[in-house]
């Protein structure tokens, strides 16, 4: 990504492009004031079918992001949901959903070097300014929730580089997580993909939050005065492209308190891109990307550590 400059080419020519057809800039307007209505959306902007023609009255039309381009780095997805926000940070990329200001997903590599890094962990959440400010979530929005702020792009492969670390805290990074969820389970996979990537050489993630049909996305917010929806379930996908042995996995999580081991979450990445409707490593070898993105075995990827709840 912007880390060293070493990802940026890609990713600048596909934002300039965006600007060009004038698509890329928001133009007022305001989030639904009446939270009664704003609660009992069931809004599916990560499914294909969900007919949206435009994302929110005031926020200009679709075709904000309806494509990531085959050029861009291989780690961001293609399809799925046309009006996310695109935003670059030191070390991932995401795409953000102004209507229930959460990320639509969030996307990164991480390499065997970086997985190693020693940077002490931040803990300074903060709202991000690439977002305009009647969209921006602040760190207090969660207070009383009874919800975590859940990292997308984990913290812990952030500690390669100060400004990686401190970036991964913008609020534009966070979904509401159970506190087992994001304590336990989901750490438990983070921890498991810095192991992954030490082991290949580097990893490529993408994760995000899943609103299911037919269910109410409630409001995270209890003085209604903003809304944050509370996804249902997480998915995330991780690719190794070594050469010779590519492999890929998909992992959904209920956003719920109970037991969810790496064996009961693991799915194929087909899977996901059913559920979701990304295109997830588009610019692979369409036989590479076909043969993996249909796995499902996790054993492929070797043992993996039980780690320390009490670290």
């Known amino acids: 990504m ?75 997805p293609q399809g799925g949901a046309s009006h996310g926000v695109l935003v670059e940070h030191t070390g991932y990329t995401l795409s953000y959903d102004t209507l229930n200001h959460n990320p639509f997903w969030v996307a990164w590599q991480l390499t065997r070097q970086e997985s190693k890094g020693r940077v002490g962990r931040g803990d300074e959440f903060k709202e991000d300014p690439s977002i305009p400010a009647r969209h921006a979530v602040r760190p207090s929005t969660y207070s009383g929730s009874g919800y975590s702020r859940g990292h997308m792009c984990p913290a812990g492969d952030q500690k390669w580089s100060r400004e990686a670390m401190d970036d991964s805290f913008y609020m534009t990074n966070m979904c509401p997580q ?108 369409d036989a590479i990307e076909n043969r993996i993105e249909a796995n499902d075995d996790l054993q492929q990827w070797g043992s993996v550590a039980q780690p320390q709840w009490d670290e």
């Not at 020519?13 to 305001?30: C, E, I, S, T």
């Not at 498991?192 to 990537?197: C, I, S």
């Not at 109410?216 to 042995?245: A, C, D, E, Y």
């Not at 081991?261 to 891109?273: G, Y």
């Open 2 to 76: 912007s880390r060293n400059n070493k990802k940026t080419t890609g990713l600048g020519v596909l934002v300039a492009a965006l600007l060009a057809l004038g698509g890329y800039w928001l133009k007022g307007g305001q989030h639904d004031k009446d939270t009664g209505k704003a609660e009992q959306k069931t809004v599916q902007q990560a499914m294909p079918d969900s007919g949206r023609a435009s994302h929110e009255e005031g926020i200009g039309k679709s075709e904000l992001y309806s494509q990531v381009s085959a050029t861009a780095p291989l780690e961001l």
């Open 178 to 285: 159970t506190f087992e969820l994001n304590k336990l389970w989901w750490d438990w996979l983070e921890r498991a993909e810095r192991q992954w990537a030490a082991e290949e050489g580097s990893v490529y993630i993408v994760c995000g939050p899943i609103y299911e049909k037919n269910r109410q996305v409630k409001n995270l917010n209890k003085k209604k005065s903003f809304f944050v929806g509370i996804p249902h379930k997480f998915f995330k996908v991780i690719l190794s492209t070594r050469q010779g042995s590519e492999k890929a996995l998909g992992f959904i999580y209920r956003n719920d308190a109970s037991e969810q081991l790496l064996e009961d979450a693991v799915c194929s990445v087909d899977e996901i891109e059913r559920i979701t409707g990304y295109d997830f490593f588009a610019p692979l070898d």
